[in-house]
């Protein structure tokens, strides 16, 4: 059983491409979100925010994983650090069509730690192992992780390689390492994504050290020409909060990393947009649900004041008028002058 999962994981990982990945971000990374990416790029990977076991075993599991067909390929990620548990959802995620199943080892907040799972998990290999072998003989997806370099004041290759060593003989081939270690105490969330120092160079050791992985860098990359410098060292390269907040961004990397010059217009995706919200509204959905992802899309372009004026003052409140979409649509030029 264990060997026949085994091979479903590596031949399941060999058809996904994370040349470019766009990182797992709470509150952010949801389906209205990763639609939007997605009309921009047709060839990143996208990830769920992360989702904990409980509330997909506890919750409303439809509401929590239901996805649009449009996304894919898409990962779903989880938080847990219950074999069982993350096995159960492992094996849901894959009935609901996730591509990938993904393992956080990465988040370093204090309810997450409270709760046993995230970054803290890194100072228990064998957990991680035992967790990870659950889930990998639970679904025929690749199942992956996404660490950090470290914590508190561990930040060693020796460390960093013995851990992925462990985690790599669960069946897991695919590892996304964000370059930082995790301050477990004394740090918000948001301060250990630019406080503790980028370690590029260790992430580029493990894969010299590793090449029968494929190892996704991660951490502050926001420009194509990085992408590129990193693409000579490592498999794949991760970015988060430099796509949420400019996601025409992907039109860059479209052309720039994929060669691909049949990329939508900004008019083209909110012409779309407003198609989708139309679609969600009559479902019940909250529009600045929707339109909150949409602040950056004019980031660093003419008009980009005016687009994130007409929708604080028109889009971004709760029970937004659905007239005011089709206005948006038929006035875009104007908006965007």
């Known amino acids: 059983m264990e060997k026949f999962q085994y091979q479903n994981n590596l031949k399941a990982m060999s058809k996904i491409n994370r040349k470019v990945c766009v990182a797992p971000m709470m509150d952010c990374t949801d389906r209205h979100a990763r639609y939007l990416l997605r009309l921009i790029s047709k060839n990143v990977m996208l990830y769920t925010e992360m989702i904990a076991t409980g509330a997909i075993l506890k919750g409303r599991q439809k509401n929590i994983l239901d996805f649009n067909l449009f996304e894919k390929p898409v990962a779903l990620q989880l938080g847990g650090s219950s074999p069982s548990e993350l096995a159960r959802c ?101 301060d ?29 990359i926001n420009t194509t020409e990085q992408i590129k410098e990193h693409l000579k060292n490592v498999d794949g390269v991760m970015i988060g909060r430099s796509i949420y907040h400019s996601p025409y961004f992907l039109a860059d990397i479209e052309r720039d990393i994929f060669f691909n010059t049949n990329i939508l217009s900004r008019e083209e995706i909110i012409n779309l947009i407003t198609t989708y919200c139309l679609g969600e509204a009559s479902k019940g959905t909250q529009i600045n649900q929707v339109m909150r992802h949409t602040v950056g899309l004019f980031h660093g372009a003419k008009g980009a004041n005016n687009w994130k004026r007409y929708l604080s003052e028109n889009l971004l409140v709760r029970n937004a008028d659905i007239n005011k979409i089709t206005y948006m649509q038929k006035t875009f030029t104007s908006l965007t002058a």
């Open 192 to 220: 250990n994504l630019r406080i503790p120092k980028l370690n590029y160079e260790i992430v580029k050791e493990i894969k010299n050290k590793n090449q029968d992985l494929e190892i996704i860098i991660n951490g502050g």
């Open 90 to 190: 492992s094996k849901i995620g894959e009935d609901y069509g996730y591509d990938e199943i993904n393992l956080n080892l990465g988040c370093p907040s204090k309810k997450v730690q409270k709760n046993k799972f995230g970054a803290c998990l890194i100072k228990e290999p064998q957990l991680v192992a035992d967790c990870l072998a659950a889930m990998v003989n639970s679904t025929k997806l690749p199942v992956t992780v996404k660490t950090r370099i470290g914590f508190d004041n561990v930040e060693e290759f020796d460390y960093l390689n013995t851990f992925i060593r462990t985690i790599a003989k669960t069946g897991v081939k695919t590892i996304i390492l964000h370059a930082r270690k995790a301050i477990l105490s004394g740090l918000s969330p948001k």
